[in-house]
């Protein structure tokens, strides 16, 4: 694999933005993008510097060899905006349109820029923690950009969904959220639940969700489980034993890339 960190504009944020993306060294271009989004605390090389990602695209797993995968992965920095375009701005004219940023920007300059499938049928989406929760908002709300979402022990019905977090904690970071997500995001364009009812039948993407069973957001994803479950919404769904870190999400991204593969109809899925 080749490993390449990438500066360009945002027209959404109007400044720059980075990217890191692994490019496959074998194969037939074009070839599909997966977009893999960082979680709450983290930046666009989380994913290189902290799991065997690189080695498990580029066919090495638990030291057995095994076929290359033909497929780009997009590791987009985002910050904290948790992928949405913030209900309002913080100061200092600094914009936080970051689903904008990820749709009008990120998508149409990796098109542009290299040999990929630009269609829905070349594209997959994932993530954890915070970018779980982006991976399967963009997804349902893009269903007709996205074949596949996988999401690992993500926030994935908004974070403000059943808060359980310590008064120390909600005092802070509830009003950092309701600034990015508004006072009344239930039903909106932001929460999952409401965007699977309204998602099209015939362009539902594969859904794969994933949690530790000591995740602290365990309940949103048995929640959404639930819930894609009543609206006979097709997902796979699965609960692992592990908590909210990355030796979980290290094992975990290798059955997301092979669901991927399926979805995307690579060689060897």
């Not at 027209?11 to 989004?37: H, K, Q």
């Not at 590791?75 to 209900?87: D, H, L, Q, S």
């Not at 996988?150 to 977090?165: F, I």
């Not at 006979?232 to 290290?250: L, M, Q």
């Amino acid at each position: 694999m080749a490993l390449l960190e990438v500066s360009f504009k945002s027209n959404a944020l109007d400044l720059a933005s980075r990217m890191i993306l692994l490019f496959p060294e074998y194969g037939t271009p074009p070839f599909p993008v997966f977009y893999l989004l960082h979680g709450l605390s983290g930046d666009c090389t989380s994913w290189t510097r902290r799991t065997s990602l690189e080695r498990y695209i580029g066919g090495t797993t638990a030291g057995a060899k095994t076929p290359p995968v033909p497929l780009i992965v997009a590791m987009p920095e985002t910050g904290r905006f948790w992928y949405t375009n913030a209900a309002s701005h913080p100061p200092g004219g600094y914009l936080g349109l970051y689903e904008d940023h990820i749709i009008k920007d990120v998508l149409p300059f990796v098109d542009r820029t290299f040999p990929t499938i630009a269609t829905r049928e070349g594209r997959a989406i994932g993530g954890l923690s915070m970018g779980g929760y982006g991976a399967v908002k963009l997804g349902l709300k893009y269903p007709h950009l996205f074949a596949s979402v996988t999401s690992h022990s993500g926030a994935v019905m908004t974070p403000l969904h059943r808060w359980t977090q310590r008064q120390e904690d909600a005092r802070r970071l509830e009003a950092e959220f309701k600034s990015i997500f508004g006072e009344n995001w239930k039903g909106g364009d932001n929460d999952p639940a409401a965007l699977a009812e309204k998602c099209p039948p015939t362009l539902r993407p594969a859904i794969r969700l994933d949690c530790g069973t000591e995740d602290f957001l365990l309940d949103q994803n048995r929640d959404l489980h639930a819930h894609l479950t009543k609206l006979g919404f097709p997902h796979e769904y699965a609960e692992f034993p592990g908590e909210h870190n990355w030796t979980y999400w290290d094992e975990h991204i290798q059955e997301a890339i092979a669901f991927h593969k399926k979805a995307l109809h690579l060689a060897d899925a």
